[in-house]
């Protein structure tokens, strides 16, 4: 157990938030809506300071939103923030290498990419194998519109925290 992630302090503050009020089953009433860095040095619900790598939690029964560090969403709610947040970096890096499954769901479930594409992109992901040029344009374009998503809403995020002053580093 890392220094500073406070368990019970981290739970305590998702089942403020969500509709039941028993661990095992609050934590299923969330899921991941984004990960995102910022530079700008933040406080996690556990205690923890200064988390950069922000994950956004939604309840999906009454859409309360929490924004949380990485490790705490990993370890206690075994969200796949790390697999979407460096998966998302590589891409960034370089439009030619592929979204993985954690990710394609995520965006899948924010409406970016429709199912069907969703399918063909984890057809791709799955063989490996060379892709016909319309294939490949197909995975450039959902790429670059899962990236201008990403931009977007990480730029409302920070925004929406600068103006409500969620959870500042103390
Ligand atoms: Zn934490």
Known sequence: MGAGHNEEKFKAAIIL?????IWAEAKSEWELHLVYDDPAERACECGHQPI?????IKNKDNNKEAEVGNVCVHRFMKLASQRVLSVL????WDLKKS??????DLFARRGVISNDERSEYLDYWRKRTNLTDEQKAQKNDINVRVLKYADEETARLIANFANHGLKPRL
């Open 52 to 56: 950069n790598q922000i994950c956004v």
């Open 17 to 21: 938030r969500s509709n039941s009020k």
């Open 89 to 92: 970096k590589r891409v960034r």
């Open 99 to 104: 979204l993985n499954p954690a990710a394609l």
